[in-house]
């Protein structure tokens, strides 16, 4: 392949607040573009990012502490998508790669990313991203329902709730009762229960209610804690799964999916989950890989993207699609021996995919900086991110350490797991290891 200057980019919407955050990679970012540049000596790896960067930079506060030789780094400073894209035509890269990410309280980075590569597209660069569209369909619920529904897609049954509409429609002095409110409360009596009521513009499952009836959405939609538009979905039963996947024209790349537990209430909880994987053998594979297919080119994806899935048994159910790096970037790259940014270049630009040793994702309480040097002497432990909010005030919002594992098989899997329980058994939580040894047995 002909030398080419390659640039990574993100942005955010977001004020970031450096002081408030204590993170930790191993390996670091660094590290990860450090052997992507030498396994491609012939390409010139750029990156140009809004902070945090997440995935691109490793900080200390709002300064990098760790660069990796090889790669050109650059910190956009613009706000304006306009301004931001003639930045990055000034680097003069060949390939632009979008590697969007993500933080509450909106999930929008991937849209704001969308926006810059069609500046980029309209200056003849070529650029790896999602159009606009899609981006927008996937950032709020509502429109992926939509999307899903007219592509033939299965997801649960839903209704939505127009906050303004539900809440305000009634109190102008022409109107005498709130015929919106009304077709809402049939709607919601027409679903089969119990029923998750999500935020449509919400990131992950935070502010997620599960009801077990109607009086009780009822209940919810006329509270204080319903402050914005909502979507009401059927709870679709079965083993909850993710998949990592990346569209291009040329090649549709979908990894095998990862099983996810789900805390008390049902839900996939980002902070508390465990995935194991990949799934390879049973659970209609064939069938899910032509449905994400049919997904890709329904929403005309351009890149990663995260699928959350439900397999109750018969069919697979999509519940949610995230067009952006994620945590199953992370977990699918290193069960394959690569870095993240590494893998979206060897799949976008060099339609390559690889194969994945079994591996579990596993939350540890927050571990101290000797226990993070203890931790590396474990041969399969693969990645290590630790983020801790030095401004939380409640335990539950202080952090966490995410820990990917591998193994040839799962016998050898739950021994590593097992070693890593005894050598930490204050930090690794038997809930977490309880689920991570079921979900091992159903691979």
């Known amino acids: 392949m002909v030398a080419m200057r390659i640039l990574f980019y993100s942005t955010s919407s977001n004020i970031y607040e450096g002081k408030d955050f204590d993170i930790y990679d191993s390996p670091s970012c660094a590290d990860e573009l450090i052997q992507l540049a030498q396994k491609y000596p012939e390409h010139h790896f750029i990156v140009a990012t809004q902070l945090p960067g997440m995935f691109l930079l490793d900080l200390k506060g709002s300064q990098i502490i760790q660069k990796a030789p090889q790669i050109e780094y650059h910190i956009i400073e613009s706000d304006r998508e306009t301004e931001i894209a003639d930045f990055l035509e000034g680097l003069n890269p060949d390939i632009a790669i979008a590697a969007s990410f993500y933080d509450k309280p909106l999930?929008?980075?991937?849209?704001?990313?969308?926006?810059?590569?069609?500046?980029?597209?309209?200056?003849?660069?070529?650029?790896?991203?999602?159009?606009?569209?899609?981006?927008?369909?996937?950032?709020?619920?509502?429109l992926t329902h939509r999307?899903?529904?007219?592509?033939?897609?299965?997801?649960?049954?839903?209704?939505?709730?127009?906050?303004a509409l539900f809440i305000n429609a009634g109190n102008r002095p022409q109107i005498k009762s709130n015929v919106y409110k009304s077709a809402v409360y049939e709607q919601l009596k027409a679903l089969r229960y119990p029923v998750v009521i999500k935020d449509t513009v919400g990131l992950s499952s935070y502010g997620m209610?599960?009801?077990?009836?109607?009086?009780?959405?009822?209940?919810?939609?006329?509270?204080?804690r319903n402050t914005?538009?909502?979507?009401?979905e059927e709870m679709i039963f079965g083993q909850q799964a993710g998949v990592e996947l990346v569209s291009t024209p040329k090649k549709i790349i979908i990894e095998k999916p990862f099983f996810f537990s789900v805390n008390?209430?049902?839900?996939?909880?980002?902070?508390?989950?465990?995935?194991?994987?990949?799934?390879?053998h049973g659970y209609k594979i064939a069938e899910l890989n032509s449905m994400l297919k049919k997904m890709c080119r329904a929403l005309n994806f351009y890149g990663p993207a995260q699928v959350d899935l439900v397999f109750d048994g018969k069919d697979w159910y999509v519940i949610e699609i995230n067009p952006r790096l994620s945590g199953m970037s992370t977990t699918c790259a290193f069960s394959q021996g690569l870095g993240v940014l590494e893998s979206l270049f060897e799949k976008t630009v060099l339609n390559k995919k690889r194969s994945s040793q079994l591996s579990i994702n596993i939350k540890f309480n927050l571990l101290g900086e000797d226990e993070l040097i203890e931790l590396k002497k474990y041969g399969f432990v693969k990645k290590v991110h630790q983020i801790k909010n030095l401004a939380a005030l409640q335990l539950r919002e202080m952090g966490?350490?995410?820990?990917?594992?591998?193994?040839?098989?799962?016998?050898?899997?739950?021994?590593?797991?097992?070693?890593?329980?005894?050598?930490?058994?204050?930090?690794?939580?038997n809930a977490f290891t309880g689920s991570a040894e079921e979900l091992i047995?159903?691979?």
Request: aromatic share 8%; glycine share 2%; proline share 4%.
């Open 107 to 142: 999930d929008w980075f991937s849209v704001k990313d969308s926006i810059v590569a069609d500046y980029l597209r309209q200056k003849n660069i070529k650029t790896i991203c999602h159009p606009v569209d899609a981006s927008l369909a996937c950032f709020d619920k509502q």
């Open 147 to 163: 999307a899903l529904e007219k592509a033939g897609i299965r997801c649960p049954k839903s209704v939505y709730i127009h906050h």
């Open 209 to 224: 209610e599960v009801v077990k009836n109607f009086e009780e959405a009822r209940n919810f939609l006329l509270s204080k």
């Open 228 to 232: 914005s538009d909502r979507i009401a």
């Open 264 to 280: 008390k209430y049902g839900i996939t909880s980002p902070k508390q989950s465990v995935k194991a994987g990949p799934v390879k």
């Open 400 to 429: 966490y350490c995410e820990v990917v594992i591998t193994a040839k098989n799962k016998k050898e899997l739950l021994k590593n797991l097992a070693e890593i329980k005894n050598a930490f058994p204050q930090k690794l939580e």
């Open 441 to 443: 047995q159903k691979l």
